[in-house]
Nanobody, 120 residues
Framework: QVQLVESGGGLVQAGGSLRLSCAAS????????MGWYRQAPGKQRDLVAT???????NYVDSVKGRFTISRDDVKNTVYLQMNSLKPEDTAVYYC??????????????WGQGTQVTVSS
């Protein structure tokens, strides 16, 4: 089994920065794509950014130039550096990984979510 634990959320003023971290633990053979999604109240969960095991990144247009995703494969950890935050970035941010755990098949895994609130 794979567990994803996020940290780094909180309250910040518009224009400020936050850094989210997500560590994957468990008996893991491999992880390919890791990423971040977010869900605002009353809305669906949407992609924010992803990064593959070869470093290919993808961002939703609304965060390009402000957010940076990175990963440390030794620590099985993915990061999201968020700069120039806007009130519309307020949401619960969920970590995601497509992983191959020992004695199981490849599957999608999600963290429990961390709240990011940007005040105007």
């Amino acid at each position: 089994q794979v567990q994803l634990v996020e940290s780094g959320g909180g309250l910040v003023q518009a224009g400020g920065s936050l850094r989210l971290s997500c560590a994957a633990s468990g008996s893991i053979f491999s992880i390919t794509t890791m990423g971040w999604y977010r869900q605002a109240p009353g809305k669906q969960r949407d992609l924010v950014a992803t990064i593959t095991n070869v470093g290919r990144t993808n961002y939703v247009d609304s965060v390009k130039g402000r957010f940076t995703i990175s990963r440390d494969d030794v620590k099985n950890t993915v990061y999201l550096q968020m700069n120039s935050l806007k009130p519309e970035d307020t949401a619960v941010y969920y970590c995601y990984a497509f992983a191959w755990p020992v004695a199981r098949n490849w599957d999608d895994y999600w963290g429990q979510g961390t709240q990011v609130t940007v005040s105007s």
